[in-house]
Each structure stands twice: as structure tokens, then as C-alpha cells.
């Protein structure tokens, strides 16, 4: 079996003396579609900054597609795609001006043929010369999901791509997920609150509780076990008490 594309080892970040992420431990195998699930400041977005290597952990450290965030996280950087939840990009610009800008920076080669072809494969090439001011919050996902993936990483963090999204922009979403998975091989971490979209997206899945891993299996034996959405509900539930989540962690 060859070796995890993500792997943490007591994964530990503090606020103000409050543990937001404590001593994960965590191995998620090439080719998943991973979600991350706990309750708003469980300590989701956290680990995905320290994963991205946008914050240094505490203590612990992790592997991204092999090279460990401490000591090698530009190589970590060049191998990975990030989209946050509030997607950042300029307003006065077009998609494709967006995105021919971060593809020079990324340094990827031939951008203007790149951007086309990411803008093609996303179904979105419709925006292609559209100011991105004017853009609904489903479009700057599209947008920002083209410019994580222009580089062809082969891990994508997906920090609560759903937020704010109407169920349409939810499909398509998902179907996007679906496809950079299986076509292009992506492995995808997402941290998400959403059940439904759980057994509909991932193949394995993992439950953070107030900065601590209480869940970790694969979505079959999850499904087998405890059955539909609902059922599903009640072991994320019964994982985070709601009486718990009173002055959460970050």
C-alpha cells in the first residue's frame, strides 16, 4: 500500500492558551475525497492553515504529497490547491485577468492556454471577460476552485465550499469535486458542516471535536453502519453535543 498524501502526526496549534487543534493525528490515502467534519470552531480551518501552511503548528508536525510543512513548505505550496470559504480576488478585474495574474505568479507555463483550459473544464468560460465585482458568490467559488487548480495540484483544501451557496451552486459544486477527483486524480480535503453532502461527495470522512479527532472511516462502512442522512446526523451529533459547543476553540 503506498503511503498517505496527508499525514499528520500530534498536530497541535493554541490561542491564548485554549488548544484550537490538539494532537491530530491523521493519515488520508491518495485519491480520497476527505471531508473534514466539526462544529463551528472545532478547529476545521485551523488544521487547514497549518496544512497549507499558512500558519506554523504549536508542536506536531504533518506531510502534504510528501513534504513535511515544518522544514519544506514551499515544495508543500507548489503541490497543493487551496480555496478558502470568502474567496479573495480583484473586483475590477475580469476571471481570466484574475486568473493570468495568479498563474504568473504560480509561475505555470503557456498561462493564457492554462486559464482557457481550466476556465473549459469548469464550464465557466462564460465569465471568462466578466468583472469579477459583479459576480454572485457561487461564480467567485468557480473562480477561485479555477485558480487553486492551475497549477494541477495534487491535493485540493476546500475550506466550507458550500457556505452561503443555493442548492444549485451546491450541485455544482459537487459535480466539480466529483470530476477534478475522478478524472484528474485529485485528492480533495474539504472541511464541511453540511451531512447531506457527505455520502453524496466523500469516501471517507473524519469528526473534529473541540480541536480533538473523535471519528475517523471510510464512508461505505459509514453508511453500511449507520444508514441515511439522518442517521448520519445523529453520529455527528452524538460526536459534538450541542450543550458542548459553548465557548469552542477558534
Known amino acids: 500500500m503506498s503511503d498517505p498524501i496527508i499525514m499528520t502526526d500530534k498536530l497541535t496549534q493554541s490561542f491564548d ?50 513534504h513535511d510543512i515544518r522544514t519544506d513548505p514551499l515544495s508543500v505550496r507548489r503541490s497543493i490547491g487551496y480555496v478558502p470559504e470568502n ?9 481570466t485577468e484574475n486568473l493570468l495574474f495568479f498563474a504568473r505568479l504560480s509561475g505555470v507555463e503557456a498561462p493564457q492556454a ?7 473544464l469548469l464550464d465557466c468560460t462564460y465569465l471568462a471577460h466578466q468583472r469579477v465585482g459583479g459576480f454572485s458568490k457561487g461564480m467567485r467559488q468557480r473562480v477561485g476552485l479555477a485558480q487553486a487548480i492551475l497549477h494541477r495540484p495534487s491535493v485540493l ?6 457556505s452561503g451557496l443555493d442548492p444549485m451552486g451546491i450541485k455544482m459544486l459537487r459535480d466539480l469535486i466529483i470530476r477534478l477527483n475522478i478524472e484528474f486524480g485529485m485528492t480533495i480535503f474539504m472541511n464541511t458542516h453540511l451531512i447531506s453532502e457527505i455520502a453524496k461527495t466523500c469516501t471517507s470522512i473524519a469528526v473534529l471535536s473541540h480541536g480533538k479527532l473523535v471519528f475517523h472511516d471510510r464512508i ?11 442517521a448520519l446526523e445523529e453520529l455527528y451529533l452524538s460526536l459534538t453535543p450541542v450543550g458542548r459547543l459553548a465557548g469552542a476553540a477558534a
Open 157 to 162: 483544501f476546500l475550506d466550507e465550499p458550500t
Open 17 to 66: 492558551g485554549v488548544r484550537a487543534v490538539d494532537s491530530l493525528t491523521l493519515e488520508i490515502a491518495k485519491g480520497e475525497v476527505f471531508g473534514f467534519l466539526g462544529h463551528n470552531g472545532a478547529g476545521k480551518t485551523t488544521t487547514v492553515q497549518m496544512l497549507t501552511t499558512l500558519a506554523k503548528p504549536a508542536s506536531g508536525t504533518a506531510r502534504v504529497a510528501g
Open 114 to 120: 492554462r486559464v482557457a483550459e481550466v476556465l473549459d
Open 220 to 230: 461505505e462502512a459509514v453508511t453500511a453502519r449507520y444508514g441515511d442522512d439522518a
Open 87 to 95: 474567496v479573495r480576488l480583484y473586483d475590477t478585474q475580469t476571471a
